[in-house]
């Protein structure tokens, strides 16, 4: 089977830090599934508009060309450079493509002609109407909290409060406002914080990010799956989120997640201060109800049946 993935949501050199799990995926794919050939095309949103346009029209002659038996688009957008592809196509889409404007009207046109539909929760599926969940998963193993984190950080200052962010403060949709806002109603009550930020920072050295931080907050205006949540589930790091996504559904699966009714950062403080007051040592967290269900290689197992169901409708 050759699969070509067709994405705006990749890596490149230009672009080091955006969002890594749709090549973790492809990676997990391959490591998998060494029988499939997958390549990856990346027509990048941010492109001129001239350039942008040719890699959407040079698309159908590079499936031809590469004779690939399903072109995977990754972000709905991107459903737009195969639409004179031949070979049958299957969409994940990953929140915003469904959810923000003007995107989501442009997905919705396009989701009904592709032959195989992911989305990344069930929230984005009843939003659609249908499509398999299956939500991007993470290499549980790499975030799982360290022996030497089994309490509290030993380099932390004992009265500083690291507070993640978990995303760029200039990306508007993260809704870094919010964020700031609830720190300043934390130092309000007392604590002294020192704000982390999950930005420009190499993919390696992200699980320890979260091993050295004491609670994350979640404060984005909308979310498909926040894979940011998944890490954060798997380093056992304490997390307040208002209720976007999946979020909620993962919450449930541990006692070190908050998700809360309403944005108001006093609200959002007081599920902080619960929180932390609760959990002590983070090494005696449970996190074992979702580990198998966030695991890659289960995610990209589900992403093959997907594949070999399209395949057998063209029988």
Same mark, same amino acid.
């Given at each position: 089977m050759r699969i070509?993935?067709?994405? +705006?949501?990749?890596?490149?050199?230009? *672009?080091?830090?955006?969002?890594?799990?749709?090549?973790?995926? #492809?990676? !997990?794919? =391959?490591a998998c599934f060494p029988d499939l050939t997958i390549d990856v095309r990346v027509i990048e949103g941010e492109r001129p508009r001239w350039p942008y346009l040719r890699e959407m029209l040079l698309l159908p002659a590079?499936?031809?060309?590469?004779?690939?038996?399903?072109?995977h688009a990754h972000f709905g957008l991107t459903l737009v450079s195969t639409l004179?592809?031949?070979?049958?196509?299957?969409?994940?889409?990953?929140?915003?493509?469904?959810?923000? +404007?003007?995107?989501?009207?442009?997905? *919705?046109?396009?989701?009904?002609?592709?032959?195989?539909?992911? #989305?990344? !929760?069930? =929230?984005?599926?009843?939003?659609?109407?249908?499509?398999?969940?299956?939500?991007?998963?993470?290499?549980v193993k790499k975030f799982a909290l360290q022996s030497n984190h089994g309490g509290k950080p030993g380099s932390r200052v004992p009265s500083e409060l690291k507070v993640l962010f978990p995303s760029d403060p200039t990306?508007?949709?993260?809704?870094y406002g919010l964020f700031q806002a609830v720190c300043q109603e934390l130092?309000?009550?007392?604590?002294?914080?020192?704000?982390v930020h999950l930005v420009n920072i190499d993919r390696e050295s992200v699980p320890e990010v979260y091993w050295n931080c004491d609670v994350m907050l979640l404060t984005s205006l909308s979310e498909g799956s926040p894979t940011v949540i998944k890490e954060a589930i798997a380093a056992k790091l304490p997390f307040v989120s208002v209720d976007v996504g999946d979020v909620k559904e993962w919450a449930a699966l541990v006692d070190f997640g908050v998700v809360t009714p309403d944005?108001?950062?006093?609200?959002?403080?007081?599920?902080?201060?619960?929180?932390?007051?609760r959990e002590k040592n983070?090494?005696?967290?449970?996190?074992?109800?979702?580990?198998?269900?966030?695991?890659?290689?289960?995610?990209?197992?589900?992403v093959k049946r997907v594949y070999d169901k399209v395949l057998e409708k063209q029988l």
């Open positions: 070509l993935v067709v994405t +705006n949501l990749f890596p490149t050199k230009e *672009r080091p830090f955006i969002s890594p799990f749709v090549k973790e995926q #492809v990676e !997990s794919m =391959r590079v499936v031809k060309k590469g004779r690939y038996d399903i072109v004179f592809v031949r070979a049958p196509v299957v969409v994940t889409f990953h929140g915003t493509d469904l959810l923000v +404007n003007p995107t989501k009207h442009i997905s *919705r046109i396009l989701a009904p002609m592709a032959s195989g539909v992911i #989305v990344v !929760s069930q =929230r984005l599926r009843e939003s659609l109407g249908y499509g398999e969940v299956i939500p991007c998963g993470i290499d990306r508007k949709v993260k809704n130092e309000r009550r007392g604590k002294k914080v020192k704000e944005r108001s950062p006093k609200t959002i403080a007081d599920a902080v201060m619960t929180l932390l007051a983070r090494a005696l967290m449970d996190n074992s109800k979702c580990l198998e269900t966030m695991d890659r290689e289960n995610i990209v197992r589900q």
